[in-house]
């Protein structure tokens, strides 16, 4: 746990909202994944949530999100989203 709250804080100084935004969509889809590689992934969240968890305003996680929709990363619905090409969006994490 302690791992983890030093990354976020890592993440939060160093990384482009898109980056940790990405990043957090990977690590916390990873227990809601299908059963099948490549099949989308619906996360069930607000984007006021996402916006607290990362803290950040929710215009700002509105903006970095509707950003990866358009790079056809993720599907923005009501009540969350669902990662529709987790592999571009995995190698968003991986760009310097």
């Given at each position: 746990r302690v791992q983890m709250?030093?990354?976020?804080?890592?993440?939060?100084?160093k990384m482009p909202l898109k980056l940790r935004v990405a990043k957090w969509l990977i690590r916390?889809?990873?227990?809601t994944e299908a059963?099948?590689?490549?099949?989308?992934?619906?996360?069930?969240?607000?984007?006021i949530d996402l916006a607290n968890a990362l803290g950040?305003?929710?215009?700002?996680?509105?903006k970095t999100l509707k950003e990866l929709s358009a790079e056809g990363c993720i599907e923005i619905g009501?009540?969350?989203?669902?990662?529709?090409?987790?592999?571009?969006?995995s190698a968003k994490i991986l760009v310097p």
């Open positions: 709250t030093l990354t976020h804080i890592g993440d939060a100084a916390n889809s990873a227990a059963t099948e590689n490549g099949a989308p992934t619906r996360i069930a969240m607000r984007q950040v305003s929710r215009v700002s996680i509105g009501y009540g969350g989203l669902t990662i529709t090409d987790r592999h571009a969006l």
